[in-house]
């Protein structure tokens, strides 16, 4: 069993930054894509950015310029930086991980419980 927990989250002024992580844990032989999602009050949850085992990176429209997405492959680990926040940004932010353990041949999606992002004007 594989979990995902995000930490970082909480209330932040319009204009200052966060740092969200993403640790996952558990019976964990290579993880291969990481990503972050967020679903906003009364919205659908929406990808904001993804990297690769490998470090590429994409990032939704909505996220480019704020947004950096980071991992940490020997802490099993992914972050999320974002600089100049905005109202809009208010959501639960969601970690994503396509996790390959040793008990199966192919690796299995895995979500986190999310961490809630608040921003105040």
């Known amino acids: 069993q594989v979990q995902l927990v995000e930490s970082g989250g909480g209330l932040v002024q319009a204009g200052g930054s966060l740092r969200l992580s993403c640790a996952a844990s558990g019976s964990i032989f290579r993880i291969n894509a990481m990503g972050w999602y967020r679903q906003a009050p009364g919205k659908q949850r929406e990808l904001v950015a993804r990297i690769t085992g490998g470090g590429e990176t994409y990032y939704a429209d909505s996220a480019k310029g704020r947004f950096t997405i980071s991992r940490d492959n020997a802490e099993n680990t992914v972050y999320l930086q974002i600089d100049r926040l905005k109202r809009e940004y208010t959501a639960v932010y969601y970690c994503?991980?396509?996790?390959?353990?040793?008990?199966?041949?192919?690796?299995?999606?895995?979500w986190g419980k999310g961490t809630l992002v608040t921003v105040s004007s």
């Open positions: 994503n991980a396509d996790v390959q353990t040793r008990m199966y041949d192919y690796p299995i999606n895995y």
